[in-house]
């Protein structure tokens, strides 16, 4: 520091410390504490703000703690406010009382007493009005209730009947001006100006501000216009100052007081500071008010002398009892007039303007809360108005003290809560029951005065209809006689009177700051004469315009003689009428509004659904682009010769664009977009061509008739279009003897005439039914509902005849496959191009009912072309083309030659270049059986029929001996066994060998043969305890899951419903705050442990701990999954729960949210709570509770399976706003509105976890990997081979996540890897089925890496384990791949044969992979690794078997075909024809609950066998399907992993 700056600090420090010093060096007294602490200095808190008060009597509560009396043990309210305190107004006070004692009455109230603040949690004691009440309930209904709430108690109070209830005082119980100056400090400094030592003005200095919200003002609303807000509302010292312009002015008198001594003593001391002038004026103006209150207004309202000072008594209790809370407002409210006179200080009473002309007075019951200017209070207008109402309530008398109460009060008084008017006597009479306040007849005994022994004890002025009723109400019990009623109803009001005296008296001895009291040092004998001189006239004449001569000596009393008389004693009848009860409804006008918010909210997955489908379409249209590029070299261009229109299907389906195109050979062919045929139509199949033309809308509509076809339909975009394509083929049918006719007609009748497709395909529908039910001899209610069909009908379909491109479709074939021209050309026996009813029948006949050697003459005649009944070599080879045709042409022209020769040569024909039929048929004599089951496969077949057909499986011998030739005619082969499923049970056949021995397998068990001993109800009862054996991990850690959430759950919701702190809330929204509360909590702990199932490094480190043996690590997605959506069910119960809160909070009072919600509401009786959409968008967990909810729909869309395989770019990027969401969950649960944060408690540990999980993948993501070799292969796979890191450890069957930093860092795919752990380098096999794989794809293209001159690099992430890895813990394990999911497989097959060559033991003794793919070509890179492991496989544990799907059944005809090459093939070579491997080979789909079967019949010792499949889901939902099915025998269980991708 500057030595200049340290000069100017100490010179500012001095400064300050010489004004300090100035301003004490004038207070030389001790300046009492504005909240009343520290006035006894034995016990600190007496009188203080917030003090206890003190019960003269016992409390009388129903339970004896808190409970406060009801009916029917005492009266109702209300009945009883009309029986006692009814009756006629304008009897004047028998004292003379004026108007103006009775509010600064009201004012003194005010100053000592604040039991008007309600109590938390909220309690209510409601009053019924009874039926037919002429105020409240004219129309009789009996269902009115007027809320009435229980005020403020110590907590620690009302716990047991040692400790009954106590009510708290909010304001000090002290006479020292906390009406004008406030209960506090930071109350009296927000009054203060700080200038003068005076208290803030408003404009023009005569009024004090109006409140701006730092003032805690009480700002009910206006009962006669329901106005509220801060207008006319000033800050005054308390709270419930503004409740009337009459109490208001009281308060506006002191306010100006206390201004004008300040001003004095600024004049007169102009070197005081501000703090000297204030509390100077304050010490002056607290014992005026004193004075006054003691010795002027006190002996004028209880007409009684008030006892001598005798000094301060230390250990006396001047703390204010509930009886003179009760007594003293009682007392003061029958001296309300309904009326208060304003006048000048010429004693002129002014008239006031009301709605239907003008008035003598101010009405009472229209004044409360008053925010209007001028007649009806003061407002914001001239401060003449506040001099007025002085001036008038000092001349006019009071009613009489009595029990009668003004309607104004009884029937008009400001209601609470959501009701405009209440009755204020019932209000005290409720009052008085929850203060417990004891029985009239046990006060009066308290206070010396005799007991009540009769009713009409009460006074003989009492009319007897009056005391009768109250008799009744009470059953004549006197007892019973509450003491608000009982003092009202005595003649002298002595009960009341005593009570008040007493607690002023006590007020005044105990008080230590007495302006009296000799002892404090507050004043003079010389000052207290002089305060005891001054006289409230003394201060409004000080205050007001008005000079002494115009004001009484006493101005609480008016005597004869006194000037400015009053007019007239005021009554009802001289007044406005008072505006009637209106019911406030807090939720007017937001139904709408409301209901639209919940509509938008649960739109939200909506539009999200609607943001994703827009994703998802465009990266579809990306994509088919980006292949578009890629294929474009495959698709044919149309030619510019063909025309374009759009093609008509039939009603309700799109038109279609297609081209049309006309070639010389009369045949119209209709191309698709890219130049793929769609359909050939030939013109000269038929004598006449038929054209029909639209002659409507525009004439673009043309029919093109095809018999024995579908019609086509085409409507070009012109007219013109139109006639040039008619010239087209005119032109093209020219020279020829086809006549072309053209027809015209509407275009209506037009598509009416036209056969469509869709009736077309219902036509050969019924021809393949009819034609089933005549080959198969099948029911007519089995083929299908004939007897439904009308004749027409059936003759048309026994008429229809199938063209080539309709048989091909039967068959399942393209139609110019060779097979199809053989099987066509033979069935067409009259050659005219297409198949009748009667052709089609016969070749099914024979296929379906043939014997095997009239089967094979159909074959030898099919193939020999030139009918010279010789079947050459090359007709040989073109039969057995045709068969590999659906194979994709599999085989070369050379491998097909070399099974023909060996098949020559196993028949002895090696000599001959030509066979017969009978060499042809001993070629086949090893095959009847399977000859016998051929049959030609055909779409449509009924599903009657293939039920009872015989089916082919593969099963597994114990033993599996080595395929060698010469044990291949000895032994059966270790896999296609045949079995046909007969009636009287089933059979297992060996395929036919050298040998045709029968070998039966031990299907029925023991365990077989007792389940099917036991009931229905056993086996379900076996199969759920075969169940629970299986997932008994899953079941235990899912059960201990769920146990938790609804253990959290369920605590949430006891907590809030029976032991939460009593703040109220769930007496307020009790369903709601279960719900949500409850739903919070489970919400707090899913999404928190959730991120535990995302940790994979640490997953994958446990799976190789024993916790793996307890915990089913594999299951980690599913129950992430799984986690999820319980997460979302319970954020949806958050969320209904909510919504239930909000419209409970929406029509709840300030003062209830006040106790609900304290740090966000302040009580001050304006009533209408926030609207809706305070609650949902203007606080912090509202909106942010929406945004959850918007990112929630966000993420939980995107990561459908649907979205996410679309567009995984968009389910990862959307997959990242958990960040996003966690965020937003401390920031909804921070605010603390109903409990204090929470979800960190539940989140702290699995955050940590996660973060150091993230934190590794993190440290290895940034090291760039160098690819080392990147090669395409066939069937959009590419095969890329990298970098090892160093310290990469991994297990086969594990994955890693890879980014290429050519297409973007941020974008991770988790992919197999298909190298072994031995290997120096890592491998991924990667199919281009998305973008990212395309494009990753077209970066590895020769041309890619020309371009950029070098390989990309990679970044990794992993490994990762999952249940794959898992192989070599089974004894027996089943490896099921499909198309690319075989990679995992690749790893493991590699890694075994590895182990196999070293010698290396293993737990595996048996490993079968099965190898499902649409064609042995699609991964030939699989081929050379499963050759690999072949020849490395000296302990034979490997058996592959490849189900190829593209070939059909395998009872179909040239599946039999291919069956027999294949077998011939193994023969020769000792490896599969297709594949070239030792493997077995199949085709159609693998039929897994016989593999699995012959299994457990192989292996029975064997406990588990471990079955792991990895492919599309169809796939692995099959496998899984069969390990269900034999899981429930008491067999060998299948314990099944796998993978969808």
């Given at each position: 520091m500057q030595p200049a700056e340290m000069m100017l600090s100490l010179a500012l420090i001095l400064l300050v410390a010489g004004t300090l010093g100035r301003a004490q060096q004038s207070i030389s007294w001790e300046v009492q504490r504005y909240d009343g602490w520290y006035n006894n200095l034995q016990h600190h808190s007496r009188g203080a703000a917030g003090a206890r008060l003190l019960r003269l009597l016992p409390a009388d509560y129903a339970d004896g703690v808190y409970q406060a009396l009801q009916e029917p043990r005492v009266p109702n309210a209300r009945q009883l406010s009309r029986v006692v305190a009814q009756g006629p107004s304008g009897l004047p006070s028998r004292r003379n009382t004026t108007v103006l004692a009775v509010f600064f009455g009201f004012h003194v109230l005010l100053d000592i007493l604040g039991t008007e603040e309600a109590g938390c949690p909220a309690e209510f004691l409601n009053i019924h009005i009874p039926a037919g009440d002429p105020v409240f309930d004219p129309a009789g209904t009996g269902g009115v209730v007027l809320p009435f709430q229980r005020i403020s108690w110590a907590p620690e109070t009302g716990q047991s009947p040692n400790s009954p209830r106590q009510q708290t005082n909010a304001v000090t119980g002290w006479l020292d001006g906390s009406a004008i100056y406030g209960p506090s400090h930071a109350w009296s400094d927000a009054l203060r100006s700080f200038s003068g030592g005076q208290l803030a003005a408003g404009p023009g200095r005569q009024l004090p501000r109006q409140t701006d919200g730092k003032v805690p003002m009480w700002r009910a609303l206006d009962p006669s216009t329901t106005q509220g807000g801060p207008k006319g509302i000033y800050d005054l010292g308390s709270a419930w100052g503004n409740e009337s312009p009459f109490l208001q002015a009281q308060g506006i008198t002191w306010f100006r007081y206390h201004n004008h001594l300040a001003a004095g003593l600024a004049r007169a001391h102009p070197s005081w500071s501000d703090e000297d002038l204030f509390q100077h004026a304050r010490k002056q103006v607290i014992a005026t008010f004193q004075n006054i209150v003691l010795y002027e207004w006190l002996p004028t309202l209880l007409g009684t002398r008030i006892p001598d000072y005798p000094g301060y008594q230390q250990h006396l209790d001047p703390s204010l009892s509930p009886e003179f809370v009760v007594a003293a407002g009682q007392f003061l409210a029958t001296m309300v007039p309904p009326g208060v006179y304003k006048r000048t200080p010429r004693c002129q009473f002014q008239r006031v303007p009301g709605p239907s002309g003008s008035f003598p007075a101010v009405r009472l019951c229209n004044s409360y809360w008053s925010r209007e200017v001028g007649g009806k209070g003061p407002g914001q207008g001239d401060a003449m108005e506040v001099d007025n109402l002085l001036l008038g309530m000092s001349s006019q008398i009071a009613e009489r003290e009595d029990r009668i109460v003004v309607e104004d009060l009884q029937d008009f008084w400001y209601g609470p809560l959501r009701y405009s008017r209440s009755d204020l006597v019932a209000s005290r009479l409720q009052r008085a029951r929850d203060l417990g306040l004891?029985?009239?007849?046990?006060?009066?005994?308290?206070?010396?005065?005799?007991?009540?022994?009769?009713?009409?004890?009460?006074?003989?002025?009492?009319?007897?209809?009056?005391?009768?009723?109250?008799?009744?109400?009470?059953?004549?019990?006197?007892?019973?006689?509450?003491?608000?009623?009982?003092?009202?109803?005595?003649?002298?009001?002595?009960?009341?009177?005593?009570?008040?005296?007493?607690?002023?008296?006590?007020?005044?001895?105990?008080?230590?700051?007495?302006?009296?009291?000799?002892?404090?040092?507050?004043?003079?004998?010389?000052?207290?004469?002089?305060?005891?001189?001054?006289?409230?006239?003394?201060?409004?004449?000080?205050?007001?315009?008005?000079?002494?001569?115009?004001?009484?000596?006493?101005?609480?009393?008016?005597?004869?003689?006194?000037?400015?008389?009053?007019?007239?004693?005021?009554?009802?009848?001289?007044?406005?009428?008072?505006?009637?009860?209106?019911?406030?409804?807090?939720?007017?006008?937001?139904?709408?509004?409301?209901?639209?918010?919940?509509?938008?909210?649960?739109?939200?997955?909506?539009?999200?659904?609607?943001?994703?489908?827009?994703?998802?379409?465009?990266?579809?249209?990306?994509?088919?682009?980006?292949?578009?590029?890629?294929?474009?070299?495959?698709?044919?261009?149309?030619?510019?010769?063909?025309?374009?229109?759009?093609?008509?299907?039939?009603?309700?389906?799109?038109?279609?664009?297609?081209?049309?195109?006309?070639?010389?050979?009369?045949?119209?062919?209709?191309?698709?977009?890219?130049?793929?045929?769609?359909?050939?139509?030939?013109?000269?199949?038929?004598?006449?061509?038929?054209?029909?033309?639209?002659?409507?809308?525009?004439?673009?509509?043309?029919?093109?008739?095809?018999?024995?076809?579908?019609?086509?339909?085409?409507?070009?975009?012109?007219?013109?279009?139109?006639?040039?394509?008619?010239?087209?083929?005119?032109?093209?049918?020219?020279?020829?003897?086809?006549?072309?006719?053209?027809?015209?007609?509407?275009?209506?009748?037009?598509?009416?005439?036209?056969?469509?497709?869709?009736?077309?395909?219902?036509?050969?529908?019924?021809?393949?039914?009819?034609?089933?039910?005549?080959?198969?001899?099948?029911?007519?209610?089995?083929?299908?509902?004939?007897?439904?069909?009308?004749?027409?009908?059936?003759?048309?379909?026994?008429?229809?005849?199938?063209?080539?491109?309709?048989?091909?479709?039967?068959?399942?074939?393209?139609?110019?496959?060779?097979?199809?021209?053989?099987?066509?050309?033979l069935a067409d026996k009259d050659g005219n191009g297409y198949i009748s009813f009667r052709e089609f029948l016969d070749i099914l006949v024979l296929f379906m009912k043939g014997s095997p050697e009239e089967k094979s003459k159909v074959m030898f005649r099919m193939y020999d072309i030139d009918e010279n009944g010789f079947l050459s070599k090359e007709e040989f080879l073109r039969m057995l083309r045709s068969f590999i045709e659906i194979s994709n042409n599999c085989l070369s022209r050379e491998q097909a030659e070399q099974v023909t020769e060996s098949m020559f040569c196993a028949s002895g024909f090696q000599d001959r270049d030509e066979l017969t039929w009978e060499d042809f048929h001993y070629m086949l004599r090893d095959h009847d059986s399977d000859l016998r089951l051929t049959q030609l496969c055909v779409r449509g077949v009924p599903e009657v029929f293939k039920q009872n057909l015989c089916n082919r499986v593969s099963f597994i011998e114990r033993k599996e001996p080595r395929r060698t030739i010469s044990e291949e005619e000895e032994t059966p082969s270790p896999v296609s066994m045949h079995s046909c499923v007969e009636q009287e049970g089933q059979e297992l056949r060996r395929r036919p060998g050298r040998r045709l021995k029968q070998y039966q397998l031990q299907l029925y068990t023991e365990a077989w043969r007792k389940r099917l001993e036991r009931s229905r109800a056993q086996q379900k009862l076996q199969e759920l305890k075969r169940f629970v054996e299986n997932y008994r991990r899953h079941i235990a850690c899912a059960g201990i899951f769920c146990a938790l959430t609804a253990g959290l759950f369920a605590e949430r919701a006891y907590y809030y419903a029976f032991a939460s702190p009593r703040t109220g809330i769930s007496q307020a929204t009790l369903v709601g705050i279960i719900i949500s509360r409850g739903s919070a909590a489970c919400i707090s702990f899913l999404f928190s442990y959730l991120l535990l199932t995302m940790c994979r490094n640490l997953l994958t480190a446990l799976r190789e701990t024993f916790l793996n043996r307890y915990v089913p690590f594999d299951a980690a997605v599913d129950f992430h999954r799984w986690v999820a959506m319980a997460a979302l069910l319970f954020s949806v119960l958050h969320t209904a729960g909510h919504v239930v809160n909000v419209y409970i909070f929406s029509v709840t009072p300030l003062s209830v949210l006040s106790c609900l919600f304290p740090s966000t509401f302040t009580n001050d009786g304006s009533q209408f709570p926030q609207k809706y959409y305070w609650w949902f968008f203007q606080t912090i967990p509202g909106m942010s509770g929406v945004l959850l909810l918007a990112v929630l729909a966000v993420i939980y869309v995107f990561a459908t399976h649907h979205f996410r395989r679309v567009s995984f770019q968009a389910f990862w990027l959307t997959h990242h706003l958990y960040l996003l969401l966690y965020g937003l969950i401390l920031v909804h649960g921070s605010y603390a509105l109903i409990q204090q944060p929470r979800f960190h408690l539940y989140f702290l540990v699995p955050a940590l976890i996660y973060g150091a999980d993230k934190l590794l993948s993190l440290s290895r993501k940034k090291v760039e990997i160098s690819v080392v070799k990147a090669e395409l292969l066939p069937s959009g796979v590419t095969h890329l081979r990298f970098q090892r890191p160093q310290g990469f450890d991994y297990k086969s069957g594990q994955w890693v996540r890879v980014a290429c930093t050519a297409l973007g860092t941020s974008e991770y795919h988790p992919f197999t890897l298909t190298s072994a752990p031995h290997e120096d380098t890592l491998s991924l096999h990667i199919r281009a089925v998305g973008p990212w794989t395309t494009r990753l794809r077209e970066l590895c293209s020769p041309d890619s890496l020309a371009l950029m001159g070098t390989l990309p690099k990679l970044y990794l992430d992993g490994p990762f384990g999952e249940g794959h890895q898992e192989w070599h813990k089974f004894e027996v394990s089943v490896l099921v791949g499909g198309g690319i999911g075989v990679t995992p497989f690749a790893s493991i097959l590699k890694d075994l044969a590895f182990k196999s060559s070293i010698s290396c033991r293993l737990l595996c003794k048996k490993i079968y992979f099965i190898w499902v793919t649409r064609t042995q070509r699609q991964f030939e890179w699989l081929a050379d690794i499963i050759r690999e492991v072949e020849e490395t496989d000296r302990q034979q544990l490997v058996s592959v078997h490849i189900y190829i799907t593209q070939l059909p059944e395998k009872f179909d005809l040239r599946t039999t075909m291919l069956y027999i090459c294949e077998r011939h093939f193994q023969k020769v070579l000792n490896r599969s024809l297709f594949t070239g491997l030792r493997s077995i080979t199949h085709f159609g789909r693998p039929p897994f609950v016989p593999f699995f079967s012959s299994l457990q019949e192989v292996y029975p010792e064997v406990q588990k066998i471990g079955v792991f499949s990895c492919g599309p889901p169809a796939m692995t939902k099959s496998v899984e399907k069969a390990c269900r099915q034999l899981n429930r025998k008491d067999q060998t269980y299948f314990a099944h992993h796998y993978e969808n991708f």
């Open positions: 004891p029985t009239y007849d046990r006060a009066r005994r308290h206070f010396g005065l005799r007991p009540l022994r009769s009713w009409m004890d009460l006074g003989p002025h009492l009319p007897p209809q009056v005391l009768e009723e109250v008799a009744a109400l009470y059953a004549n019990n006197t007892a019973g006689l509450e003491l608000l009623p009982g003092g009202m109803l005595e003649a002298d009001s002595s009960l009341f009177s005593a009570i008040i005296l007493e607690q002023f008296v006590r007020l005044r001895d105990g008080d230590r700051f007495w302006f009296e009291n000799s002892q404090n040092g507050l004043f003079t004998e010389q000052e207290v004469i002089r305060i005891r001189n001054t006289s409230f006239r003394d201060v409004l004449a000080v205050v007001t315009q008005a000079e002494h001569s115009q004001l009484q000596a006493n101005v609480f009393s008016w005597s004869g003689g006194d000037p400015c008389p009053q007019p007239q004693q005021l009554t009802a009848q001289h007044l406005a009428n008072c505006t009637p009860l209106v019911v406030l409804d807090y939720f007017a006008g937001s139904g709408a509004g409301f209901g639209l918010t919940i509509v938008l909210l649960c739109c939200l997955p909506l539009v999200t659904l609607l943001v994703a489908w827009v994703v998802a379409a465009l990266r579809r249209r990306d994509f088919q682009r980006l292949q578009k590029r890629h294929s474009c070299s495959m698709h044919r261009e149309v030619t510019s010769e063909a025309m374009q229109a759009m093609e008509w299907h039939g009603p309700r389906t799109d038109r279609a664009l297609v081209y049309i195109q006309l070639q010389a050979d009369r045949v119209l062919k209709v191309l698709d977009g890219r130049g793929s045929v769609l359909r050939s139509i030939s013109l000269g199949a038929h004598p006449r061509v038929e054209v029909f033309l639209s002659s409507n809308k525009g004439s673009r509509a043309l029919l093109l008739k095809s018999p024995k076809e579908y019609d086509l339909v085409l409507f070009f975009s012109q007219e013109a279009e139109r006639r040039i394509f008619l010239g087209k083929l005119q032109g093209c049918l020219e020279g020829s003897s086809l006549e072309l006719q053209l027809f015209e007609m509407k275009e209506q009748s037009l598509l009416r005439l036209a056969v469509t497709q869709q009736q077309r395909k219902q036509l050969l529908e019924t021809f393949f039914r009819h034609l089933f039910a005549q080959v198969l001899e099948i029911n007519r209610c089995d083929a299908g509902e004939l007897d439904l069909e009308s004749s027409q009908k059936a003759k048309e379909s026994l008429a229809c005849e199938l063209s080539r491109a309709e048989f091909a479709e039967a068959l399942g074939l393209k139609a110019h496959s060779m097979f199809v021209d053989s099987m066509f050309s």
